[in-house]
C-alpha cells in the first residue's frame, strides 16, 4: 500500500497550516480535477450556445444515430463506477436536489406519511417536513439502535418495519449516516420496505467513492449521492439513481424544457447553468483510480480513521464500540467527560475555537446529547492531524 500523508497535500490547494480532518462536509477537490474544469470552461465559452444547446444534452427523445450528448457520456462513466447503465442516472447539484426531486415525485395525500431513520441528516428531514406539511401528510422518524449490539442488519431492518404503516408512501433510509458516520445495512431495511409495497429512497450522500457501490443490487426505487465529497468531482454534482419502474414519475425540482420527454432530458436541462461539475465527475473517478489507486485509497482512509477513532477514545476515556464493518472513512467519537458535561451548545463552541485558535478544521457536533467528533480521513490526512486534534482538545480553555 502506498503511503499517503500530509505530503499528498500537494495534490490539492488546502492550506497546508489547517489542519483539515472535515474531508466528509463539502469534499475538497484535487487540482488534476481543478484543472479539467478549467479546460472544460474554456471549451464552453469558447461558443456557449453551441455547447450548451448541441453537445452537452438533447431534449427531444433519443435518437440511436445521433452523437452521445456530452452530459450522458459523463453519466456512462458515472454509472459504470456504481453498478448501473449511464441512462439510469441524472446529475443533480448535490443529494438535496436529489431528496427534493424525489420528494416532490411522490403523490402524497393527507394522512400518508414518510419515514426517516432518526439518524438521517437534518435537511433531508426539514424537506419531508416541508412536502407532508404542504399535503396534510407527515414524517414518521423510526429509532435506531445507537450504539448497535450485535448484528446492526436485523436489528436496523426491525427498528424501519415498526415504523411503516399502510400509509407510508416512501421511506427514506441513510447509506452513511451523517452525524453518526455510520454505513447502515440499506439492502435488509430496503428489502422489509419493499416487502409491505412501500418505495424507497437511499441517501448515499457520503457513499460514492467512500466505500465500494453497486447502487442497483439494494433494491431500492431511488440513490441519491454527492459525487464531490468522495469522489472528488468538483462543487456542485451529485447524481440520482432511478429503477425503470419510477423512471416516468421522477421529476426534477426544476421543471424546464424537457418535460414529458423523459428522465434523462428532464434532468439534464434544468435551465441555464454551469455543467463544467458533472463534466468532470469521470475526471475525480479517474484520479481515484489512477493517481491514488482505488483500493489502496479506501485501505488507507478506512485504516487511519479506525486507529485514530480507538486511539482518541482511549485517550479521552470514552468508549468506541463502534463495529468495524459499520465504518468507511469517518468515525464519530465521544469527547471528554470534561467537555460532554457542558451540553450540547459546547459543539459549535469548540468547532470554532479549533478553527479559530489551532487552525484545526472538525466536524463537532451533539449526538443524543452528547458532544462529539466526527473524524474523516482522507489520504492527505496521517496520524499526525489527529494528534493536533486531541491536544488541541486538551488545551480547550472552556
Ligand atoms: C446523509 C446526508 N444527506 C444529505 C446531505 C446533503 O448533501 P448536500 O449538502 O451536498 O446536498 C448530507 C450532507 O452532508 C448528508 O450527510
Not at 445507537?146 to 436489528?155: I, K, L, R, S
Request: glycine share 6%; proline share 7%; charged share 20%.
Amino acid at each position: 500500500m502506498p503511503t499517503f500523508g500530509r505530503s499528498f497535500l500537494s495534490h490539492w490547494w488546502l492550506d497546508p497550516a489547517i489542519t483539515y480532518l472535515n474531508h466528509g462536509t463539502v469534499g475538497a477537490t484535487p487540482r488534476a480535477v481543478l484543472e479539467a474544469q478549467h479546460a472544460w470552461q474554456r471549451r464552453i465559452e469558447a461558443q456557449p450556445a453551441a455547447f450548451l444547446f448541441r453537445q452537452l444534452m438533447r431534449l427531444t427523445p433519443d435518437d440511436a444515430a445521433a452523437p452521445r450528448p456530452l452530459l450522458r457520456q459523463a453519466a456512462d462513466s458515472v454509472g459504470a463506477f456504481i453498478g448501473a447503465p449511464g441512462d439510469d442516472l441524472v446529475f443533480v447539484d448535490n443529494a438535496s436536489t436529489g431528496v427534493n426531486a424525489v420528494l416532490r415525485s411522490i403523490a402524497l395525500r393527507p394522512g400518508d406519511e414518510i419515514v426517516v431513520l432518526d439518524q438521517a441528516y437534518g435537511a433531508v428531514i426539514k424537506a419531508a417536513e416541508f412536502v407532508a406539511r404542504g399535503v396534510g401528510a407527515k414524517v414518521v422518524v423510526a429509532a435506531t439502535p445507537f450504539p448497535v449490539q450485535g448484528d446492526p442488519t436485523e436489528a436496523y431492518a426491525d427498528a424501519v418495519e415498526r415504523a411503516l404503516t399502510p400509509r407510508t408512501r416512501l421511506a427514506i433510509l441513510d447509506h452513511i449516516s451523517s452525524h453518526t458516520a455510520l454505513t447502515l445495512p440499506v439492502a435488509a431495511m430496503t428489502a422489509r420496505c419493499r416487502a409491505r409495497g412501500v418505495p424507497v429512497l437511499i441517501d448515499g450522500a457520503h457513499a460514492p467513492g467512500a466505500i465500494d457501490l453497486d447502487v442497483a443490487a439494494f433494491g431500492a426505487d431511488w440513490y441519491v449521492g454527492n459525487l464531490h465529497k468522495w469522489a472528488f468531482a468538483p462543487r456542485a454534482c451529485g447524481f440520482l439513481w432511478v429503477a425503470s419502474t419510477q423512471r416516468a414519475a421522477t421529476h426534477p425540482p426544476t421543471i424546464s424544457w424537457g418535460l414529458d420527454v423523459g428522465l434523462t432530458q428532464e434532468f439534464d436541462w434544468t435551465g441555464t447553468r454551469d455543467p463544467s461539475p458533472m463534466l468532470c465527475a469521470p475526471d475525480g473517478i479517474a484520479f481515484m483510480r489512477d493517481v491514488l489507486g482505488l483500493d489502496a485509497m479506501r485501505a488507507w482512509n478506512h485504516d487511519l480513521v479506525w486507529r485514530m477513532a480507538h486511539e482518541l477514545s482511549a485517550r479521552w476515556g470514552q468508549p468506541f464500540t463502534t463495529l468495524e464493518s459499520m465504518v468507511g472513512c469517518m468515525a464519530s467519537v465521544a469527547l471528554p467527560e470534561r467537555i460532554d458535561q457542558l451540553g450540547e451548545a459546547a459543539a459549535p463552541a469548540l468547532k470554532d475555537w479549533l478553527f479559530h485558535e489551532r487552525r484545526i478544521e472538525a466536524q463537532v457536533l451533539a449526538i443524543d446529547g452528547h458532544v462529539c467528533v466526527r473524524l474523516a480521513a482522507q489520504v492527505y490526512n496521517d496520524e499526525s492531524d489527529y494528534e493536533r486534534l486531541a491536544d488541541a482538545v486538551d488545551e480547550w480553555p472552556a
